[in-house]
C-alpha cells in the first residue's frame, strides 16, 4: 500500500507544499521547486532530521547562556533527548563562535558548536 | 563644556546597530562618509542576539546561520570597515539645525554627547505589540509575556517564563517560541490564531508545532486571563468572520503562562519628532527606493520600515540607506523628483512609496499580499500616465500568502514624467480580489 | 467657610431622632425590593437582612434604608449566586511583630493611611503603618484621575465638600514639602448649550457654599481663546482655577517615604486579621505576621474598612463598591489642551458621580474618565469592552483626542457608604479606634484634610494614657530623587558623571536610567517588586508595556536585593516572574 505524506518543506522561507509517496522502499516527491525540496522530502519519509539550535550554561562569561548549534541535523525523535543531555554542560568563558562545547552528543557522532561569543565577565 | 557633556560631528549618524543599521553603516563609511553607529545595548546585533535559531542568511550568505551567526558576520564586517561606534548610547532627541545638519543629544554612562551629522540613517527596528493593544480585559497577574520578551528570558538569561504556557497569536516569533519552550520542558498547551490562517511562515508551522505535536487552533483568540497575583489559566473562544468571540464556544484552559505574538510595530518615535511621515499600512515611515524618507536628510531601514521575514532583507535595505545617507551628506542635498508607487487591490502594502526619477539608483519593490493566493498570481509594475498604464516590469509567483515578503526587481530604466506607478496583481485562478 | 456642625458631631447611640419607626421602613423596602427583605435596629445602625433578587436592588435598598435617618446602613441582604466576599489574608506567615508594642497602628497603606501615617508622625508617638500588599497605592490609591478637586462638585455640608476644599489648599504645601509634581492647571466646566449655561448662578452659589478657591464665568469666545481644541458645541464654561492634578501612586509613596522617615514602621504583606478587646478597647492587633499591643488604631482600610471595623464589633456601615475605569491616551496629546475639561450632559444629574472628562496629568498624558459602576467586587479591576465604548464620547470635547492615542486602561473601586459621604471620627464603641472610611471621592484631594483631623482624633484619644508632645526632628521635607529625562543636558551630564548609572537607560519608552530604578528599591520603603518600580519611576509604564525594560529591571531588582533572577516579583507575592532557570532538567 503507498503511502502518502503532505509536507511543508523546511529548507527555505518558500516553503513549498511537498506530496511525499512512500511505496515500499520507493519514494517519490512533487510539488518542490529546486532539488533541495526533493532531497528534503526523501529524508523526512526514512527518518526526519533536524538542526538543533539551543543554550548550554556558562560559566564566568558576561551572560549566564551561550547559543549553541549541532554541527550536523539529528533524527527529530532524538531532541529532547540530546536537550536532556545538554543539561548538565557548562562552558566557561572565553568562548569564541565555532569552538567545540560537546562532542558526539548522544553517540550520534555530531557535535555541539558555539554560535556566539562569550566574553569573561566584567568586574563592576 | 560642562562635567560629561561632549560635542561630536559627524557625515552620517546610523541609529540602531541590528543588522539593517550594521549594513548602513558599512556601506556609508565605503561611500567615503565619516560614520557614527549608535546602540542602546553593550553589543551590536539587534534583535539577532537572542534569536538562537537557526534560517538566517539563506539569501545573503547561502548557509542556513544562526541569529548570532548572522550578527557575528554583521559586526565583523562592520569593525573591518573604520566606523565609530557608541554602544549603551541612547538617543534622547533629534532636532534639525539649519537646513543641512542634525542634532542629536545622546546619552551613555560615559555622559552626554551632542552629535552634529548631515544625514540621519533610521535603524531602531521594531516593538512588540502587547496585551493592552489587543484589548485583552482582566487583571494583569504576572506570567503575560510578549514572544520577545519570553525569548530573551529563556535565551539570554536562561529564565524558564513558566510551567505550561499559551501563545496567543501565530507570528513567527511565537512558533519559534512554542518549539524553544517545549525543548526547554515547558508544556505549551497550543497556540491560538484569530485569523483563519497562520501569520507566520508556513515552515515555522512545520517545524516548530507539527514536529512537535503543539496544536494550532484558528479562527480562535484569548478573551480573558484569569489569576489575580500569577496567570492561572485562560478563556479562550472561537470567533466570527469579523473577530468577534462567538458566545457559547468558550473554554477555560489551565495555565501559568500567556505569551503574545500578536505582531510588530515599527519603533519610529524619533523619525517622528523630526517630521517624518509615516505609512499607515506598514506603520513605517514612506521612503523612496534610496530608502530615503520624506524629511530630506532622513533615511530608514530594516524593521523600522516596515516587519521583514528576512534580515537578508533588512541587510540590503541597510545598505542601500547607508550608501544613500553618504552620498548627501558628502555631496550636499540634492534635488528629487518624487513619483508616488502605489500597490493596487490584492496587497498589504509595498515598498517603496515613492520612486525619485531623478535618482540612479533602481533597486526592488517589496510587497506582501493580503490574503493567501494559492494558484499563484502574476505581478507586475506599471507606469500610469494619463490613464495609460505601460507595464515595466512583471513576475509569476507560484504563491502569495500574507506572512511572506516577496520582492519584484526594478528595471535598469525608468520613464520619466509618469504620473504614477502601480503594482498589479493577476490570479492565475482568474479570481478576482475580495479584500 | 465655617466648619459644618456634623463634622464635628459626635452621634449618640440609638436611633437617631426622626428616624423613620422600623415597621414603617420595612414595608417599604419591601414594596420596592420584594419581601424577602428583614430590618432590624443594631445599636442606631439600620441593618438590611434577608435576601433580594439582584445585586442592583441590594444597592438601591441600600441607598433607599440610608434616608431614613439612621446612623448608617448595614447591607447583609444577600443576592442568589453571590457569595460574601472575604479577605484574603496573603500566604506569608511569621512572627516577626509578635511582642511589639506601639502607640498608633494605621491600618491600610492608601493615601489615607499614609497621610495619617505622616500627620502623627509630627508627634512623639511609635507607629506602625499596615499595609496587606507588597507596597502603598496598589489599591484605590493607584488607581484613580489623580485630580485634586475644587471642591465644587461635592453636596453642600457633606464631610466631602468640607475637606475636599480643605485638602486642596493644604495640597500646596504637602506638594511642595513632599517633592510631589503638582499643577493647578484649573478646572474647565464646558456648558453644552445656553440653557446649561443659564445655570451658571446656581452654580457660583454653590461655589460659594461649599468655601471653593475663586470661580468664573467664561464666555464662549473666552473658551475658544484659552482651548482652542475644545468642542465646538460649547456654549461658554465654569472654570474652577483651584482644580489640580498629581500622580496618585507617586504622592502616596512620597507621603509613605516621609512618614518611614520620620520613624514611622512600615510593614507589608501584613494583613490584620482580627483584634482582642480589653474593656470596650482594642488591647492587641492580630495578624498573619504576629500579634502587637497598639494604644490606639486607625481603619483607614479602604474598600475592607467595613470588614475591619466589624473586626472590632463596631460594623455600623456596610461599603458597596463602585467601579470606575479610565483611559490613557498618549503624552503626545498633553500638548492640545491647558486645562482639566469636561462637558457634562444636563440630564447625566446622577449625583453619585461627578461624570468624567479629561484629566491632564502633570506628566502629559490625558485621563479619559472615570465610569461609575456598581459592581460587587472589592478588588476586581476587569475593565469591560462597553466602557471603552463609554468613554469615547469624553474624547469629543476636544477636537483633537481619538480612540488611535489610548495606551491603556485600567480600573478601580470606590469605597463607598449607602450614605455617600466620609466617616471620619472616633468609635462610639471602642475606644481607642478611629474610623477613615467610605472614603470615595474625592479622598485624594481630600487626604491631608482627613489626615489632620483624624491625627488629631488619635492624640486625643493618646493623651488619656500618655503625654503626647510634638517631635523637635519632624522632617516635612522629603528629597525627590532626580528624573533625568527632566533635566536639562548640562545637569543630567554632571549627574551622570558623579553616577554612570544615570546614564544607562533601562526603559526606553519613558526613559528611564538605571540610577533611577535603583533609587527607587533604596528609599525608605522596603519594595522589590516590579511594579513597585513602575509606580516610582514609570518604567514599563510606556508605549511597550514592559517589553524592553522588564528583563532589565529583574536585573536591578535582584542586584539590589541581593536575591536570585528567579525570587523577582511582579506584584507581592505568588506573582513569580519565572518558574526557574533553564537546563535543569525535569523534561518529561
Ligand atoms: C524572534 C524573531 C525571529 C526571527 N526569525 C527570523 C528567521 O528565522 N530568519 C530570518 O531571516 N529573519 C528572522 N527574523 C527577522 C530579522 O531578525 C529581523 O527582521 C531583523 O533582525 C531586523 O533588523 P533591524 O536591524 O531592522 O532591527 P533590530 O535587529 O531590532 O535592531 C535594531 C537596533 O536598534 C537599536 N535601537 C533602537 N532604537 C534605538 C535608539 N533610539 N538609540 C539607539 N539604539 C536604538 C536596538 O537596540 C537594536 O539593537 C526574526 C525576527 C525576530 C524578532
Ligand atoms: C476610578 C477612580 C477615580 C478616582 N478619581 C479621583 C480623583 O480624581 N480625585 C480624588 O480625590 N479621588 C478620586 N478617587 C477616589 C480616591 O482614589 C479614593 O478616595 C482614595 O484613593 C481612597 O484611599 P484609601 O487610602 O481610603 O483607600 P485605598 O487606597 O484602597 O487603601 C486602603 C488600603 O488598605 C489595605 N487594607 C485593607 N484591609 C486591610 C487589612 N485588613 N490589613 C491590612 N491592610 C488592609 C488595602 O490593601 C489598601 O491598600 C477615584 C477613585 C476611583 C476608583
Ligand atoms: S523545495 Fe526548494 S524552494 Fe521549495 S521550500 Fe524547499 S528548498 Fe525552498
Known amino acids: 500500500m503507498p503511502e502518502t505524506l503532505n509536507l511543508t518543506c523546511i529548507v527555505c522561507p518558500r516553503g513549498c507544499r511537498l506530496t511525499v509517496v512512500k511505496d515500499g522502499d520507493a519514494v517519490s516527491v512533487s510539488g518542490h521547486a529546486c532539488p533541495r525540496g526533493e532531497a528534503y522530502g526523501r529524508q523526512e519519509a526514512v527518518c526526519p532530521l533536524r538542526s538543533l539550535t539551543t543554550t548550554v550554561r556558562a560559566d564566568g562569561g558576561a551572560r549566564p547562556r551561550l547559543a549553541v548549534r549541532s554541527s550536523a541535523d539529528l533524527p527529530l525523535s532524538r531532541l529532547l533527548d540530546a536537550m536532556a543531555a545538554l543539561d548538565g554542560v557548562v562552558v566557561r568563558a572565553p568562548v569564541r563562535a565555532g569552538d567545540v562545547v560537546a562532542r558526539d552528543i548522544l553517540g550520534l557522532g555530531v557535535d555541539m558548536l558555539a554560535t556566539d561569543n562569550l566574553e569573561e565577565a566584567r568586574h563592576e | 563644556m560642562s562635567v560629561g557633556l561632549q560635542s561630536m560631528e559627524t557625515d552620517v549618524v546610523v541609529l540602531g546597530a541590528g543588522p539593517a543599521g550594521l549594513a548602513a553603516a558599512v556601506s556609508a563609511r565605503s561611500a567615503g562618509a565619516r560614520v557614527l553607529l549608535v546602540e542602546r ?58 537646513d543641512s545638519s542634525f542634532l542629536l543629544d545622546c546619552v551613555s554612562p560615559r555622559g552626554v554627547a551632542q552629535v552634529r551629522a548631515r544625514a540621519l540613517v533610521m535603524a531602531t527596528g521594531c516593538r512588540e505589540r502587547t496585551d493592552r493593544q489587543v484589548f485583552i480585559h482582566g487583571d494583569r497577574p504576572a506570567g503575560i509575556f510578549t514572544a520577545g520578551l519570553a525569548q530573551y528570558m529563556v535565551n539570554v538569561q536562561g529564565l524558564l517564563p513558566g510551567r505550561r504556557a499559551v501563545i496567543l497569536g501565530s507570528g513567527d516569533i511565537g512558533l519559534i517560541m512554542a518549539r524553544r519552550l517545549t525543548l526547554e520542558g515547558v508544556k505549551v498547551e497550543g497556540v491560538y490564531e484569530i485569523k483563519s490562517e497562520p501569520s507566520g511562515l508556513a515552515r515555522n508551522v512545520r517545524q516548530c508545532l507539527e514536529d512537535f505535536g503543539i496544536p494550532l487552533y484558528l479562527s480562535t483568540t484569548v478573551t480573558s486571563v484569569r489569576g489575580r497575583r500569577r496567570v492561572e489559566g485562560v478563556t479562550v473562544a472561537a470567533v466570527d468572520g469579523r473577530s468577534r468571540p462567538i458566545p457559547g464556544t468558550e473554554r477555560e484552559l489551565a495555565c501559568d503562562t500567556l505569551i503574545l505574538s500578536v505582531g510588530l510595530i515599527p519603533e519610529n518615535e524619533l523619525a517622528v519628532s523630526l517630521g517624518v511621515p509615516l505609512d499607515g499600512a506598514t506603520r513605517g515611515p514612506r521612503v523612496d527606493q534610496n530608502m530615503h524618507t520624506l524629511a530630506d536628510g532622513v533615511f530608514a531601514c530594516g524593521n523600522a520600515v516596515h516587519v521583514n521575514d528576512l534580515a537578508d532583507y533588512v541587510s540590503e535595505s541597510g545598505r542601500v540607506a547607508g550608501g544613500a545617507a553618504a552620498a548627501w551628506a558628502l555631496g550636499g542635498p540634492q534635488a528629487r523628483d518624487l513619483t508616488p508607487l502605489r500597490a493596487g487591490p490584492g496587497f498589504l502594502y509595498a515598498v517603496p512609496q515613492f520612486v525619485d526619477v531623478l535618482s540612479g539608483e533602481r533597486g526592488s519593490v517589496f510587497f506582501r499580499s493580503n490574503a493567501t493566493v494559492a494558484a499563484g498570481a502574476r505581478v507586475s509594475l506599471g507606469a500610469m500616465k494619463d490613464d495609460d498604464r505601460r507595464e515595466l516590469a512583471a513576475k509569476t509567483y507560484p504563491v502569495l500568502r500574507p506572512p511572506e515578503l516577496e520582492r519584484l526587481v526594478l528595471p535598469p530604466e525608468l520613464p520619466s514624467g509618469a504620473d504614477s506607478y502601480i503594482l498589479d496583481m493577476e490570479r492565475m485562478d482568474g479570481g478576482g480580489n475580495d479584500a | 467657610m465655617a466648619k459644618p456642625r456634623h463634622v464635628d458631631k459626635t452621634r449618640g447611640s440609638g436611633a437617631e431622632t426622626g428616624a423613620l419607626p422600623l415597621a414603617k421602613a420595612l414595608d417599604k423596602l419591601r414594596k420596592a425590593y420584594g419581601t424577602g427583605i428583614e430590618l432590624r435596629d443594631d445599636r442606631g445602625s439600620l441593618a438590611l437582612e434577608g435576601a433580594v433578587a439582584t445585586w442592583r436592588d441590594k444597592i438601591d435598598a441600600g441607598w433607599a434604608a440610608a434616608r431614613f435617618g439612621y446612623r448608617g446602613v448595614v447591607n447583609d441582604l444577600a443576592v442568589p449566586g453571590l457569595e460574601p466576599e472575604r479577605l484574603e489574608p496573603p500566604g506569608i506567615k511569621d512572627c516577626s511583630l509578635d511582642g511589639l508594642a506601639v502607640d498608633v497602628a494605621v491600618i491600610g497603606g492608601g493615601v489615607i493611611g499614609a497621610s495619617v501615617a505622616r500627620e502623627l508622625a509630627r508627634w512623639n508617638l511609635s507607629i506602625i503603618l499596615i499595609e496587606k500588599e507588597y507596597d502603598v497605592a496598589v489599591h484605590t490609591s493607584g488607581r484613580n484621575d489623580g485630580m485634586i478637586h475644587d471642591g465644587f462638585a461635592a453636596k453642600p455640608g457633606t464631610k466631602k465638600a468640607w475637606y475636599n476644599v ?247 473601586v470606590r469605597p463607598c457608604t449607602y450614605e455617600e459621604d466620609f466617616i471620619v471620627e472616633p468609635s462610639q464603641r471602642v475606644r481607642n479606634l478611629v474610623h477613615a472610611a467610605g472614603i470615595q471621592s474625592p479622598g485624594l484631594a481630600s487626604a491631608p484634610a482627613i489626615a489632620e483631623d483624624v491625627s488629631a482624633m488619635v492624640v486625643r484619644v493618646l493623651e488619656r494614657s500618655m503625654a503626647v508632645r510634638p517631635r523637635a526632628d519632624w522632617k516635612p521635607h522629603r528629597l525627590a530623587p532626580p528624573e533625568l529625562r527632566r533635566l536639562p543636558l548640562e545637569e543630567r551630564a554632571r549627574l551622570i558623571a558623579a553616577n554612570p548609572r544615570y546614564g544607562r537607560i533601562v526603559c526606553r519608552c519613558e526613559e528611564i536610567s538605571e540610577g533611577e530604578v535603583r533609587n527607587a528599591l533604596r528609599s525608605t520603603l522596603p519594595v522589590s517588586s516590579l511594579d513597585a518600580v513602575k509606580r516610582r519611576t514609570r518604567a514599563g509604564m510606556g508605549r511597550c508595556h514592559g517589553g524592553f525594560c522588564t528583563p532589565r529591571v529583574m536585573e536591578i531588582v535582584a542586584s539590589e536585593t541581593g536575591t536570585g533572577l528567579c525570587d523577582v516579583l511582579k506584584k507581592g507575592e505568588g506573582s513569580w516572574m519565572c518558574a526557574g532557570p533553564s537546563k535543569s532538567g525535569g523534561r518529561s
Open chain 3, 166 to 412: 480643605r485638602g486642596n489648599r493644604l495640597w500646596g504645601s504637602w506638594a511642595r514639602e513632599l517633592g510631589v509634581d503638582f499643577k493647578r492647571q484649573g478646572s474647565l466646566v464646558l456648558f453644552r448649550g445656553r440653557t446649561s449655561a443659564a445655570a451658571y448662578p446656581l452654580m457660583a452659589s454653590r461655589a460659594k457654599e461649599n468655601g471653593v478657591d475663586g470661580w468664573e464665568y467664561w464666555s464662549r469666545s473666552r473658551v475658544r481663546a484659552e482651548e482652542p481644541n475644545a468642542s465646538p458645541g460649547q456654549h461658554g464654561g465654569f472654570f474652577l482655577p483651584s482644580a489640580g492634578s498629581l500622580s496618585p501612586y507617586k504622592a502616596t509613596v512620597a507621603i509613605a517615604e516621609n512618614a518611614a522617615a520620620n520613624g514611622v514602621r512600615v510593614s507589608f504583606d501584613t494583613c490584620v486579621l482580627g483584634f482582642d478587646l480589653e474593656s470596650e478597647s482594642i488591647a492587641a492587633v492580630r495578624t498573619n505576621r504576629g500579634t502587637f499591643r497598639a494604644r490606639a488604631v486607625v481603619n483607614a482600610a479602604g474598600n475592607w474598612a467595613d470588614a475591619v471595623a466589624g473586626m472590632a464589633g463596631d460594623r455600623f456601615f456596610s461599603l458597596h463598591q463602585r467601579r470606575g475605569s479610565d483611559l490613557i491616551l498618549d503624552v503626545t496629546t498633553g500638548v492640545t489642551q491647558k486645562h482639566i475639561m469636561s462637558m457634562p450632559s444636563l440630564f447625566q444629574a446622577r449625583e453619585k458621580t461627578k461624570g468624567g472628562g479629561l484629566v491632564l496629568t502633570p506628566e502629559g498624558n490625558i485621563l479619559v474618565g472615570p465610569t461609575a459602576r456598581e459592581l460587587p467586587g472589592r478588588e476586581d479591576y476587569a475593565t469591560a469592552p462597553e466602557e471603552i465604548r463609554e468613554l469615547e464620547r469624553h474624547l469629543k470635547v476636544n477636537v483633537r483626542l481619538s480612540l488611535s492615542h489610548v495606551i491603556t486602561y485600567f480600573a478601580g
Open chain 2, 41 to 98: 545595548e553593550d553589543r551590536v546585533g539587534g534583535i539577532l542576539k537572542q534569536c538562537v535559531h537557526d534560517g538566517f542568511g539563506l539569501e545573503k550568505f547561502r548557509e542556513r546561520l544562526t541569529g548570532p551567526e548572522y550578527a557575528l558576520r554583521e559586526a565583523d564586517a562592520f569593525r573591518a570597515s573604520g566606523a565609530s561606534l557608541l554602544t549603551e548610547a541612547y538617543v534622547t532627541s533629534a532636532t534639525r539645525s539649519g
